[in-house]
């Protein structure tokens, strides 16, 4: 039996059988008596206090401890005084396109939600460690792959457009100190963590129009259809631009000095007018870059000009399910966009669209500064600046809804994790994302069904311009396949 410290016989010197046993301590002291008589010295202190064989075990144990930690820290922490503290995160790499998050799959960090709703509404999709190469849909490997969303950083992502926006717009437009700048409409949607409010209110969509032709008399000729937005939508502000007025005004509100443009000893030319100068034919690729460029830096929608308008632009965002009555707390949403194909099981999709779902660009409805278009105009510089390669890529993939539906889908994976293969099939609601209870909130985005821009074409679940999920309808008159140069879009 092990006895108490106060219970063992003294270890003095010269001890003997005879020494009394120490006393233990009494209620009065409460502590035992000191093991030393006279003054000790440091020796005899330290000899003293590792006799105890409870104080033996524990000095081991402490021993054991220190070294471990000693061990650990030397090895993690290499070149610490050499080199200074190190980042220890893994490396990170792009995540393949339409690729979901999944936690240390060692790809970029999980997607940050871009509006000001809760990070906590929906939670990540988690995904099987055996799906890592499973196709998303029965379509194979093909058709994840023809999505180029780029990378999926949510802070790499918005360093992208901002870098974008100050070597390629104007310096008024990449003015930090000026609140209404370009760059600051566009940061107006990347909200930091801590500063989430669901009572932060983005832009609303303007009721604007812009709408182009080659000439007037083209315009004119399409009057039946344009008219349809002043019917429907009262007094609306209707701009239009034939290709000569486009021109000028290209040239004019993205002009830049030439230390501007020289600035950096850029290897490649950079600037809105640089590109637009290198989409002069066909003619369509103009226009396509126009309706970017209008609609990123003054906001409204754009429509083709033989698109008619069925309902006013206000109720664009509205549920067909609510039947006009809009729920509490809602709030319009600052870009809609419509599917224009979805080919469900189609193998041979890649002989009429470029991606097996595809957002519409003959009708865009956006606020200023949206990332969507700051992103889409981004894809139409960067490939019309380079090289051109051969064979030349398709108008569909240069200009057109290859590079639109691309942006559109990075922005609605980064924001809600949500990939091309989800946004299939969807109901006559369309899709955009609600927050439920106190902290709810309202995505930026509306996403309509193929009815929305597209009904009556008979196909892909589309209704008739009667439903009410049809906002828009568009007559296909494909007028720029005949222009020189266009090929197959």
Partial sequence: MILPDWEEKPLLPFANNNTPAASPPTSRTGSPPPLFKSNPSALDVVRSFLTGKRRLGMTLVVVVYVLGGLAWYHQSHRGFWRDGPRDHSPPLHERPPGRPYQPGDGFESPPLWLGPESLDKEPPKQVPEQAVD????????????????????????????????????????????????????????????????????????????????????????????????????????????????????????FAVEEEDVSKGAALLPTGIVSAWDRLATPAVLRSDFWRYLVLATEGGVYADTDVHCLRPISTWGDDPS?????????????????????????????SWWPRPLQFSQWTIASARGHPVLIDSIRRVVEMALLPLPTPLPSVMERTGP?????????????????????????????????????????????????????????????????????????????SWRGQEGAGAR
């Fill in 134 to 253: 499973t196709p998303l849909t029965g379509l194979g490997k093909e058709a994840d792959g023809v999505y180029k969303l780029g990378g999926l950083n949510r802070l790499a992502y918005k360093a992208e457009l901002e870098s974008f926006v100050k070597t390629h717009f104007p310096p008024k437009d990449s003015d930090e100190r000026d609140p209404h700048s370009l760059l600051n409409a566009m940061r107006a949607y990347f909200p930091d963590k801590a500063h989430r409010d669901p009572e932060t209110v983005l832009p609303p969509i303007p009721e604007k129009l812009w709408q182009t032709a080659a000439t007037t008399s083209d315009y004119q000729n399409k009057y039946d259809a344009t008219t349809t937005f002043q019917s429907v939508n009262g007094d609306i502000n209707v701009t239009f631009q034939d290709d000569k007025t486009a021109d000028s005004w290209i040239r004019s509100r």
């Fill in 322 to 350: 609510w039947n006009g009555k809009r729920p509490d707390g809602y709030r319009p949403p600052s870009i809609i966009v419509g599917v224009e194909a979805d080919v469900g099981n189609r193998h041979d999709w890649h």
């Fill in 402 to 478: 290859g590079p639109f539906t691309d942006a559109v889908l990075r922005y609605v994976m980064i924001g809600w994790n949500k990939t091309w293969a989800d946004l299939r099939g969807l109901g006559q609601d369309g899709w955009r994302w609600h927050g439920e209870g106190r902290e709810g909130g309202w995505g930026d985005i509306k996403i309509l069904s193929i009815t929305g821009f597209s009904p009556g074409v008979g196909h892909m679940g589309s209704e008739e311009a009667s439903h009410p999920a049809a906002m828009a309808k568009h007559e296909f008159a494909g």
